[in-house]
C-alpha cells in the first residue's frame, strides 16, 4: 500500500512540473507575441510559488523587471533586479538599479565600503576561498611537522593561526549573513522593540532598500540610520 502511496505522490509531482513548464511556455508565446501584461502576471505567479527563488531562470526575472518599470511599479522594478543582482552582480544591473532609486529619491542603494567588499567577495569567493583554504592547510602542515619534530613553535605563530582561521570562517559566512530587503508598500513603521505597541522611530515609503541583521518572530531586525530598528516581515521582500 506505502508502495502504491509514493507512486502515485510521484505521478502528481511529476504533473505538476509538466504543468509548470507548460504554464511557462505559454507565458513565453504570449511576451513573444506582445501580450506582456498576461505574460507578466504568470511569471509574477510562477516567481511567488516557487520554493527557491535562487532556481527560477533569470530570463524570467528580466522579463518581470522590464515589466514593472513599464507599469512604473519601481518598487516590484527593484526587487526582481535585486534578485538578478544577488545571483549575478553585474555592473549594468546595478547601474539600472541605482537609476531607478535615483529617480524616485529612493534611500539604501549607494554603495558604501562594506557593500563594496561584500560584493567583490560575492564576484571572486570561490578563488578567494581556495586561497584562504590552501594557505591555512599549508600553515597547519608545517606547525604540525615541527610539532612532531619537536621543534620549538611561538605562541605567537599559533595565536595568528587561529585568528587566521576565524577570519576565514566569517568570511565563509559573510554571503548568507548580509540580506537586503526591499519596502513593499507605504507607510512602513519601523520600530525600536519588535512589538506593534513599540513606538515609531522612523515611517519608510515603498521601494526603499534595508540591511536585515536577525529576525524574531513576524520582524525582521534592520540596520537604518545607524540604529537597530524592526520592520513587519509583511512589509518587505526579502532578497537572498
Request: charged share 20%; proline share 4%.
Amino acid at each position: 500500500m506505502k508502495r502504491y502511496i509514493f507512486i502515485l505522490l510521484l505521478l502528481g509531482l511529476n504533473l505538476m512540473a509538466q504543468s509548470k513548464g507548460t504554464d511557462l511556455k505559454y507565458a513565453d508565446s504570449l511576451f513573444k507575441h506582445g501580450r506582456q501584461n498576461e505574460a507578466s502576471l504568470i511569471y509574477e505567479k510562477y516567481i511567488a510559488q516557487a520554493p527557491n527563488k535562487d532556481l527560477v531562470p533569470l530570463p524570467i526575472y528580466y522579463k518581470v523587471a522590464y515589466m514593472s518599470e513599464k507599469r512604473n511599479d519601481y518598487a516590484k522594478a527593484l526587487y526582481y533586479l535585486s534578485l538578478i543582482y544577488n545571483r549575478q552582480p553585474k555592473q549594468v544591473v546595478m547601474n539600472k538599479i541605482n537609476e531607478i532609486a535615483s529617480a524616485n529619491a529612493l534611500q539604501g542603494f549607494e554603495v558604501d565600503d562594506f557593500s563594496f567588499v561584500f560584493l567583490f567577495f560575492r564576484n571572486y569567493s570561490i578563488y578567494l576561498t581556495l586561497f584562504l583554504l590552501s594557505a591555512g592547510i599549508y600553515t597547519c602542515v608545517v606547525l604540525w611537522q615541527k610539532y612532531r619534530q619537536n621543534e620549538p613553535i611561538r605562541n605567537r605563530h599559533k595565536w595568528v593561526l587561529v585568528a587566521y582561521l576565524m577570519a576565514l570562517l566569517l568570511l565563509l559566512n559573510l554571503p548568507s549573513s548580509y540580506q537586503i530587503a526591499i519596502v513593499n508598500k507605504s507607510p512602513v513603521y519601523m520600530r525600536e522593540m519588535p512589538s506593534s505597541a513599540a513606538p515609531v522611530k522612523w515611517t519608510i515609503t515603498k521601494g526603499n532598500k534595508l540591511v536585515i541583521i536577525g529576525e524574531e518572530d513576524e520582524w525582521w531586525q534592520i540596520w537604518w540610520e545607524q540604529k537597530t530598528l524592526y520592520v513587519r516581515k509583511l512589509d518587505v521582500w526579502k532578497i537572498g
